[in-house]
């Protein structure tokens, strides 16, 4: 399991989203969960991703094969060639279907489910800023002001936090922020979900990468984050009003 969660604001796109992987309680892994495509000044595409890890990787790996033609020039299906986030988002759509029926027949034979979700975001000259969560199924949806923000994984810790606090007029200081506390409040309920935190935040109009950082499992501002919001959260309940019974 994992959880990854982006968000689309008036001042760009905050990107997240956890490392761990695991087949069992005693077979933990750290795997990279985004994946950066950038031409400075011309795109900037994040792609997060769960499920499958096989089948994630695999995609992934395709897209990235087929951005260049047979003669090294920028292939113009491939990702870095296309004129829009909507062709992306469909290339990648079919990408992930083409993998499932590969892998898919033996995968469910032995009872594993070759199943991915993927969220895509980012920019591409003189177009929109764009945000899509794409299905299992390849078929996707397209964020809005009031839908500004997609969470694939384990979501239901997260969200409550999301709902309150972030929307189309947010900053990105404040969706990262949340966005921190997000993953931690899920960490503290789901111990598929762990450290390294990736996060990446886009300017809009930017067409490059400015803000990243990778949080380890010690880092200072993470345990600030954890223990402010618990303390916190202690501090406001006994704040609320008792149940008058009588």
């Not at 096989?54 to 296309?82: C, E, F, W, Y």
Request: some cysteine; glycine content about 8%; charged content about 20%.
């Amino acid at each position: 399991m994992t959880y990854c969660v982006a968000a689309v604001t008036d001042q760009g796109i905050v990107f997240a989203s956890d490392s761990r992987t695991n087949a069992g309680v005693d077979q933990l892994g750290i795997f990279s969960k985004m994946t950066v495509i950038e031409a400075p000044d011309e795109r900037m595409i994040v792609l997060l991703c769960a499920g499958n890890l096989a089948s994630t990787q695999s995609v992934v790996s395709l897209l990235k094969l087929r951005m260049a033609g047979d003669d090294g020039h920028v292939n113009p299906t491939g990702i870095m060639g296309l004129s829009s986030l909507y062709d992306v988002a469909a290339t990648v759509g079919e990408t992930m279907r083409e993998v499932v029926t590969r892998d898919g027949p033996m995968l469910t034979q032995q009872n594993i489910d070759p199943g991915c979700t993927f969220i895509l975001g980012g920019q591409i000259k003189g177009k929109a800023q764009c945000l899509f969560l794409i299905y299992p199924q390849g078929n996707f949806i397209e964020s809005s002001r009031d839908t500004n923000f997609f969470q694939i994984g384990e979501t239901k810790y997260g969200k409550p936090i999301i709902d309150r606090v972030v929307t189309f007029e947010s900053s990105l200081k404040d969706v990262a922020k949340c966005f921190m506390v997000s993953i931690n409040s899920t960490m503290r309920s789901n111990l598929s979900v762990g450290p390294p935190i990736e996060m990446l935040a886009y300017e809009k109009d930017a067409l490059r990468v400015t803000m990243r950082r990778r949080f380890a499992e010690k880092n200072q501002y993470f345990s600030e984050i954890s223990q402010f919001w618990s303390s916190g959260l202690r501090r406001v309940f006994l704040e609320v009003p008792d149940v008058p019974w009588t």
